[in-house]
T-cell receptor
């Protein structure tokens, strides 16, 4: 059974640029959630995708957007990067939305200069 | 809105001893789920233990057990026979139990646990 994978592991961008982060869910999981974790803080929920549809969103601006593909992998896109977007971005997959346990990937560390 | 509070930023324990990490939460829901996740320096978030609010029995997983006090909205994690590999940041997390709604996790700020040899 393959776990949750994310790419890239590290990324450096400059303010105003756009970035795409990728996540492959665990085998058999149809739900993907994205979280932003600032240094020394707990993760904050960005949004969740279930069967290719957005299924809930946290308090993040519209320049944070996402996609889920038919194979349930997912992308997180961030436009017009700001310095405060520097963080660890975590992807988690689960079997469904009904309180199934979420399993996390290793994360992508984004640095915005 | 649900909140999760972890008031201890850091704790230290001697190898082989027992340590308890505290967590409180606030919610108006009656049905929900609570989790402890571990994040070692490698940064991958690993599930330690899960508790369903409707279950009175405290969850246990090998050396890890919880003390779930629903009325007090308290959810502490006890680690017995601490090992060097337990050194990590530990997060308490909450998920509300509404069928069909998104199962987003609300995390506390975390506690850094150091196990001394």
């Amino acid at each position: 059974e393959t776990g949750v994978t994310q790419s890239p592991t590290h990324l450096i961008k400059t303010r105003g640029q756009q970035v795409t982060l990728r996540c492959s869910s665990q085998s058999g999981h149809n739900t993907v959630s994205w979280y932003q974790q600032a240094l020394g803080q707990g993760p904050q929920f960005i949004f969740q995708y279930y069967r290719e549809e957005e299924n809930g969103r946290g308090n993040f601006p519209p320049r944070f957007s996402g996609l889920q593909f038919p194979n349930y992998s997912s992308e997180l896109n961030v436009n017009a990067l700001e310095l405060d977007d520097s963080a660890l971005y975590l992807c988690a997959s689960s079997l469904g939305v009904n309180q199934e346990t979420q399993y996390f990937g290793p994360g992508t560390r984004l640095l915005v200069l | 809105a649900q909140t999760v509070t972890q008031s201890q930023p850091e704790m230290s324990v001697q190898e082989a001893e027992t340590v308890t990490l505290s967590c409180t939460y606030d919610t108006s829901e009656n049905n929900y789920y609570l989790f402890w996740y571990k994040q070692p320096p490698s940064r991958q978030m690993i599930l330690v233990i899960r508790q369903e609010a409707y279950k009175q029995q405290n969850a246990t997983e090998n050396r890890f057990s919880v003390n779930f006090q629903k009325a007090a909205k308290s959810f502490s994690l006890k680690i017995s026979d601490s090992q060097l590999g337990d050194t990590a940041m530990y997060f308490c997390a909450f998920s509300q139990g509404v069928d069909g709604a998104n199962s987003k996790l609300t995390f506390g700020k975390g506690i850094t646990l150091s196990v001394r040899p």
